[in-house]
């Protein structure tokens, strides 16, 4: 089945530094990737859609210049997360599309937990 | 944002009994996603239902797709300590186009008591 590998898994930075989150489709070509962000205990977050060869496009109240994405290739998308500060700290998801897996189905990273001193 | 109303929002259980949970949307969906996610990880699709009245199983657990299409649920039999986790209704925000974007329930958390 389809997998896709999000890294790293874990992050601790200091404020004020930018850090910088892959997610890669590992069997698949994903045209569009999605970025989540998840707070303890409550739902998935969409924050943007990523386009290959192409703008994200941010959900409303996210911060394009805080949040820059990009997805260069059919397989890698990356988010990185400027000059961050410790309202940040969140887990964040990456997700795609599989065609094969159905057109709306989407298969997720294991997530990457960011904290920010 | 938009999101599903979905219930419980916690159950807590012991081994082996049954579990039910369900998902409800004002609005018309033609695919209903579950998806269950462990702590500190991605969530990992259980079922998918493209079909008002669809029923499906993957091992113990059963979806359905409401005939309203407005609703879905999702039940667990006999469950079991792994069943542990947080289990989320997902659907395609309806007319968004071919990268339509998931609506997500707020979650149903289940606790497994050995």
């Known amino acids: 089945g389809a997998v896709v590998s999000q890294h790293p898994s874990r992050v601790i930075c200091k404020s004020g530094t930018s850090v910088k989150i892959e997610c890669r489709s590992l069997?698949?070509?994903?045209?569009?990737m999605f970025w989540y962000r998840q707070f303890p205990k409550q739902s998935l977050m969409l924050m943007a859609t990523?386009?290959?060869?192409?703008?994200?496009?941010?959900e409303q109240g996210v911060e394009k210049d805080k949040f820059l994405i990009n997805h260069a290739s059919l397989t890698l998308s990356t988010l990185t997360v400027t000059s961050a500060h410790p309202e940040d700290s969140s887990f964040y998801i990456c997700?795609?599309?599989?065609?094969?897996?159905?057109?709306?189905?989407?298969?997720f990273g294991a997530g990457s937990r960011l904290t920010v001193l | 944002g938009q999101q599903l109303n979905q219930s419980p929002q916690s159950m807590f259980i012991q081994e082996g009994e049954d579990v039910s949970m369900n998902c409800t949307s004002s609005?018309?969906?033609?695919?209903w996603l579950w998806y269950k996610q462990d702590p500190g990880e991605g969530p990992v699709l259980l079922i998918a239902?493209?079909?008002a009245g669809e029923l499906t199983s993957n091992g113990r657990l059963t979806a359905q797709f409401g005939t309203t299409r407005k609703d879905s649920f999702l039940n667990i039999s006999a469950s079991i300590p792994s069943d542990v986790g947080i289990y989320f209704c997902?659907?395609?925000?309806?007319?968004?186009?071919?990268?339509?974007?998931?609506?997500w329930g707020l979650g149903t958390s289940l606790a497994v008591n050995p």
């Open positions: 997700s795609a599309r599989d065609a094969v897996a159905g057109a709306n189905v989407l298969t």
């Open positions: 990523s386009n290959e060869g192409s703008k994200a496009t941010y």
């Open positions: 239902l493209y079909k």
């Open positions: 609005s018309i969906f033609n695919t």
């Open positions: 069997d698949f070509q994903a045209t569009t």
């Open positions: 997902a659907g395609p925000l309806p007319g968004a186009g071919n990268n339509r974007k998931l609506i």
